[in-house]
């Protein structure tokens, strides 16, 4: 199984600051097939970037994804109001799939 | 457009079972895997495992061997969650979730409250 760990656990900005999210794996990601998901609160989880880097339909351009194999960022370059939620990274090139532990971003 | 839209929420004793349903619309259901994740009070997702609606076929996570049985019925466009011997600690969220045609798990249901208590 692919242990997904995300850093920092919190992340404090402000409006325009620029948020760098971590996640890495303790073996290699198939293919790069690397998902990161934005949630609020009382929300459900919405897609923001696949396969690593490719942003979902409808997601700012603010949002960036980079990586491969066992380390990966999520880049928000600058942070909106509506930006500070909960993010979580997921694998699913193997079984079982397996997401982080989340980082939260909370405005400072 | 594409859309998950759940049951509603239940509240089961321990040891009893809880089956949750997950109605798709506006893509081929049996196209695309359905996921199934949860996520306890103030805590993480966790993937519990997916279904193919077409063949019937499953993947569980090996967590929930034994206790969940994922399900679908094709005439209706709905896939099943049931999760049984349910303890406290299967109070959760439980979502279900689908690339629906476009990329990996795009799509989620708005969520399943089961809470489990005596």
């Known amino acids: 199984e692919i242990v997904l760990t995300q850093s920092p656990g919190t992340l404090s900005l402000s409006p325009g600051e620029r948020a760098t999210l971590s996640c890495r794996a303790s073996?290699?990601?198939?293919?790069?097939?690397l998902a990161w998901y934005q949630q609020k609160p009382g929300q459900a989880p919405r897609l923001l970037i696949y396969?690593?880097?490719t942003r979902a339909t409808g997601i700012p351009d603010r949002f960036s994804g980079s990586g491969s194999g066992t380390a990966f960022t999520l880049t928000i370059s600058k942070l909106e109001p509506e930006d500070f939620a909960v993010y979580y990274c997921?694998?699913?090139?193997?079984?079982?799939?397996?997401f982080g532990g989340g980082t939260k971003v909370e405005i400072k | 457009q594409v859309q998950l839209v759940q049951s509603g929420a239940e509240v089961k004793e321990p040891g009893a079972s809880v089956k949750v349903s997950c109605k798709a619309s506006g893509y081929t259901f049996t196209g695309y895997h359905m996921h199934w994740v949860r996520q306890a009070p103030g805590h993480g997702l966790e993937w519990m495992g997916w279904?193919?609606?077409?063949?019937?076929?499953?993947n569980y996570a090996q967590k929930f061997q034994g206790r969940v049985t994922m399900t679908r019925d094709t005439s209706v466009s709905t896939a099943y969650m049931e999760l049984s011997s349910l303890r406290s600690d299967d109070t959760a969220v439980y979502y279900c979730?689908?690339?629906?045609?476009?990329?990996?798990?795009?799509?989620w249901g708005q969520g399943t409250l089961v809470t489990v208590s005596s």
């Open positions: 979730a689908s690339r629906g045609g476009g990329p990996p798990l795009g799509c």
């Open positions: 279904i193919n609606p077409n063949s019937g076929g499953t």
């Open positions: 073996q290699s990601v198939n293919s790069g097939f």
């Open positions: 997921q694998h699913y090139g193997s079984s079982p799939q397996t």
């Open positions: 396969d690593a880097s």
